[in-house]
């Protein structure tokens, strides 16, 4: 079982940048056993898959929107994955989620059973 915290969300203008961080305490089985992804939910939409990596951090996935602009990363020493977000664009704005599961594929949205509670990223125009 993993507990997941983020933070970094905030207001920021578009052309902007934030840092997400998602803290990850694990019992049963190591945080590095994990394969971590980042998911969004605009008001009124359904939830997006943005990105994953995968336990050691040499596969990732990014969804088509993202790419160029938001970098995934993972320290598993501080238990921790980050997503590091450019050149924002109003239509990023969203409740940004942390999420972990066992196994599976990193590029696959599903099969995460483990998800935080969410940070709130506005982007203005």
């Known amino acids: 079982q993993v507990h997941l915290v983020e933070s970094g969300g905030g207001l920021v203008q578009a052309g902007g940048s934030l840092r997400l961080s998602c803290a990850a305490s694990?019992?049963?089985?190591?945080?590095?056993?994990?394969?971590m992804g980042w998911f969004r939910q605009a008001p009124g939409k359904e939830r997006q898959f943005v990105a994953g990596i995968s336990w050691s951090g040499g596969t990732i996935y990014y969804a088509d929107f993202v790419k160029g602009r938001f970098t995934i990363s993972r320290d598993n020493a501080k238990n921790t994955v980050s997503l590091q977000m450019n050149d924002l664009k109003p239509e990023d704005t969203a409740v940004y989620y942390c999420a972990a599961k066992n196994s599976g594929s990193v590029s696959a949205y599903y099969g995460y059973g483990y998800w935080g509670q969410g940070t709130q990223v506005t982007v203005s125009s």
């Open positions: 694990a019992s049963g089985r190591t945080f590095s056993s994990y394969i």
